[in-house]
């Protein structure tokens, strides 16, 4: 009965050592030694490790008059062939500003596609009553327990502080963890007006436009309301020293500040904006930009020093047609890279194999993390009796060249054209099904995916309410007849 991975290296965020893994059905039924079941999955040679989470994409979103490209087949089937095996994308509210309602319609466009598992973040992008009432049903009914704003993208998605504020005590109330991209989105378009009056109107504008010190102040402004509004926070696609230094400073305050940087910015620096050719530079247009070395070296010491916990992709995948939107005007290109089936192999290859990262805190920033930041671990994120059966062979004999003519990924380039990388799924398991076998043409199995519903987060919010009432400013009792006379 089952299956049986063999010979394998488990790799976990805690420990390595070598062991069969049993499989059961959806799930992992024992880890031990000599293991045996009617299929066996070869693992000699390979680590066992739980498969990847990619807590940020951005899937078929409708965004700057177009709508990305990837859709949830071809974005789930290269995550599986990148060793993912769920994603949480971000639901938008559409014209009618209901949440429920953009939740139906990401079913709709999700439920028959999807080859792995997913999860959404609900993005909040104005603030009124309905909204206010909606977020319970979210949280309690639909099971998304995180709740994005923006403090970019000014007239369209951006929220103000008020509006962040009162949306982050109603996450504090729910138990659900606000997550915010941090960037002053009224500087930027000050920026952006300024450089587009000098004349420069290129994708290099993208990034002068975007300083580090934009996001920053953002950063920092959020942790602030976080606190003020007593409740965690998730800062998503941490770019830049600036912003990484707020939330160092907050957690050494003792708050619960959650940092994401994405491996675009760990791997790829500014000078992508400066290349002559201005396709090359515009299909790296992103928010933030892409940035200077110091920044990355900053970004991969707080994945091993821990002042960071876990590394996405923000998948937002343009075509160059769309791209080609912004040719005379940089604020109109479509903003967003591609890299969901690269973030493991690309984090591996740059991490592990150069001493910067251990194999267990690989598996820390590409699963384990994720998964207790969004209430799912152990089901999703572990390799323990009774987990969910995502599991992924991680081969480091393998080496392959990124090219755009192999990627499952169905846009028409890819950010890490010609890298080399040292690692690759030989096999991955989502659910205890095989989704991807290296070299043995894999096809996309859609449908077979499922919608993870999660929880709101009992007891961190209780030990934070409790910490802040018994800590809360009091009125001074006094008795006005204490008063001087003549006063
Ligand atoms: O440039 C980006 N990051 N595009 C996707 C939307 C967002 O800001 O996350
Ligand atoms: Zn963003
Ligand atoms: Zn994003
Ligand atoms: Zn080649």
Sequence with gaps: MGKVIKGGTVVTADRQFKADVRIEGEKIAEIGENLSADEVIDAEGAYVIPGGIDPHTHLEMPFMGTTAAETFESGTFAAAAGGTTMLVDFCLPGEDGSLLSALDDWDRKSKDQICVDISYHMAITDWNERIFNEMETVVNERGVNTFKHFMAYKGALMVEDDEMYASFKRCAELGALPLVHAENGDIVQELQQKYLAEGITGPEGHAYSRPPEVEGEAANRAIMIADAAGTPLYIVHVSCEQAHEAIRRARQKGMRVYGEPLIQHLTLDESEYFNKDWQYAARRVMSPPFRSKEHQDGLWNGLAAGSLQVVATDHAAFTDEQKRMGLDNFTTIPNGTGGLEERMAMLWTKGVETGRLTPEEFVAVTSSNIAKILNIYPMKGALVPGADADVVVWDPGISKEIHVSTQKSIIDYNVFEGMEVTAQPRYTLSRGDVVWAYGQNSQ??????????????????????KWKSLNT???????????PSGV
Excluded at 444 to 465: D, E, H, I, N, T
């Design 444 to 465: 996309p199995q859609p449908g077979r995916g499922r919608f993870v519903k999660r929880k709101p987060y009992a007891s961190a919010s209780k030990a934070l309410s």
């Design 473 to 483: 400013p009091r009125k001074i009792e006094r008795n006005p007849l204490n008063i």
